[in-house]
């Protein structure tokens, strides 16, 4: 009691001093200790009701997990009252309400109301996944002379999405991120030297940013003591009516002339490939559903689209990859990253299972992701762009996820 006490004392403070101060701030502890969870509210003061909303952070319980770590819910508001919902468990956006053309506000991301069914069965809802997002052929990869083995977790064949327990499974440790025009919450993680079978301890950083110009911005930063393959990305699912049908008359353009296709177990054959003339060129506006059961051996080992495009840029620069419209909301969502790749999945395995938020059943096709990242399987392909991480190097992208309405 004391102790929960003495936190509400300190969070209050912070409160205050950052009202005083109006712009960023860096504690210099963690101001929620992964210990003591605590219902909290840290917010800007707003001088009248009537006033236009705040920048705003909420802290709250949200459960724990198994073996009883305690889990808390960021909830980030911006200025124009866009609000994100963070967990610490899997670093997942829970939720994420945008206004369609009306204005009107809905949550535009799958998910669940509850951290149990998270916990349960969660095809990486909105989860930050890693050691190495998407898939390393048959769960090896030979570093610096040493063969190295993961868990082939997706169909006994290969490597998915860092392994049995990812980073989309771990808890997070959080502060929240106060910007004079954002708000944030950051999220690190020590993934330990044979974590999932990879090497080194590796230190990786998530920050969130919801910001007034209605961005969703991720940076991911990691660090090293061995060399390890890392490629991290968020894998939320879109669905730009609010959940309300499939995905299929989702627009969807992509600023890239190639893609890598793969085989049958979904592995990248090493080809860029151009996409013109295929149902994979989106480089024109064109709606998701127009060509997705066309009979192209591609979409056929994808049941549908769930592949890496080779996006058009130099080297590592911040540059457009993606943009999705809703017509009958018109909301609209672009994509900036400094990745060289996107994989975009039509979530193909969604089957009607699944009973996410509200009550809402997840048919075939009900969400889309779009996952900013190196290519898959790179660690096994000297061509692609390199994954290694080394110590003395730090692992530094950004992605940023704006909404607008038309
Ligand atoms: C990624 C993969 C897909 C699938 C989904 C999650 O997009 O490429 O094959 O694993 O994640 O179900």
Redesign the pocket.
Known sequence: MVKVRSQFIRLGLVAVIVGLSGCEMKPMHRMTPRAEPSAAAVQKPVATESQAPALKIDVKPFGETEDGQPVRLYSLRNANGLKADIMTYGAIVVSLRTPDRKGHMDDIVLGYDKLDDYIKNS??FGAI?GRY???IAKGKFTLDGTEYTLATN?NNLNH??GGVKGFDKVVWNDEPVWKADAVGVKLSYLSKDGEEGYPGNLKATVTYLLTNKNELRIDYEATTDKATPINLTH?GYFNLTGGERDILGHVLALNADKFTPVDEG?IPTGELAPVKGTPMDFTKPTAIGARIGNAYEQLKF?GGY??NWVLNKRGREMSLAARVYEPTTGRVMEIHTTEPGI?F?S???LDGTITGKEGKVYKHRWGL?L?TQHF?DSPNKPNFPSTILRPGEKYETTTIYSFSAK
Request: hydrophobic residues 20%; glycine residues 14%.
């Open positions: 095809p990486y996944v997002g998407n898939r997706n998915l999405h894998h979904l994808g769930d592949h994989q999945y979530g193909n395995f992701c996952e898959p």
